[in-house]
């Protein structure tokens, strides 16, 4: 089971959107509406920022949404701010692994 | 709100077996309906899930790692336990104990402990 495919990096100016990829497989991110998004700073633990494709737990601002067609997963940040940058990994159910996560993607703020 | 905290040897020497343990604060272990893992980051690296634990002892492994991992349940301490075997190198990783709901979603994680395999 590979990971998950994410770009490398993305780069926005504060106020505009991003929109991050993950791109998977019928077998995880294609088959299941269980694709999640975490937010990892420098030196800290990954923290949950969308769950079930585009469900918000509680705290989590309404910039970030999620979506999904077909194999492909989007996060989506809206309204950019300095505070966003960070590392973001998406995660899928899968049939093989339980869970499997994309490679990663590293937000700049120009 | 839950809260995890990993503990264990920050060094470990190849061939030997890596044990950490997560304690769990703010809910009991066994009367919750999540599953309970771990997961690695090797340094400057991205997330790896190693597998999950239920409270019952059934248990969920990455097929790549299955045959080194063990993973257990200690419901009178609320905690849970990883132990991974002849450990090399290539197994130096910051460790994350965290909770896993339906989906296989991680919704809380511990703070992380850097294990280093070194001689």
């Known amino acids: 089971q590979s990971a998950l495919t994410q770009p490398a990096s993305v780069s926005g100016s504060p106020g505009q959107s991003l929109i991050i990829s993950c791109t998977g497989t019928?077998?995880?991110?294609?088959?299941?509406?269980?694709v999640s998004w975490y937010q990892q700073h420098p030196g800290k633990a990954p923290k949950l920022m969308i769950y079930?494709?585009?469900n918000r737990p509680s705290g989590v601002s309404n910039r970030f949404s999620g979506s999904k067609s077909g194999n492909t997963a989007s996060l989506t940040i809206s309204g950019l701010q300095a505070e966003d940058e960070a590392d973001y990994y998406c995660?899928?159910?899968?049939?093989?692994?339980?869970?499997?996560f994309g490679t990663g993607t590293k937000v700049t703020v120009l | 709100q839950l809260q995890l905290q990993e503990s264990g040897p920050g060094l470990v020497k190849p061939s030997e077996t890596l044990s950490l343990t997560c304690t769990v604060s703010g809910g009991s272990i066994s009367r919750s309906t999540y599953y309970w893992g771990w997961i690695r980051q090797p340094p400057g690296k991205g997330l790896e899930w190693i597998g999950s634990v239920f409270y019952t002892g059934d248990t969920y492994f990455n097929p790549s790692l299955k045959r080194h991992v063990t993973m257990s349940v200690d419901t009178s301490k609320n905690q849970f336990s990883l132990k991974l075997n002849s450990v090399t190198a290539a197994d130096t990783a910051i460790f994350y104990c965290?909770?896993?709901?339906?989906?296989?979603?991680?919704?809380?994680w511990g703070q992380g402990s850097l294990v280093i395999v070194s001689s």
């Open positions: 995660g899928s159910y899968s049939s093989s692994i339980t869970l499997v």
């Open positions: 079930d494709v585009s």
């Open positions: 965290a909770t896993f709901s339906q989906g296989s979603v991680a919704n809380y």
């Open positions: 019928s077998s995880d991110v294609g088959d299941y509406n269980y």
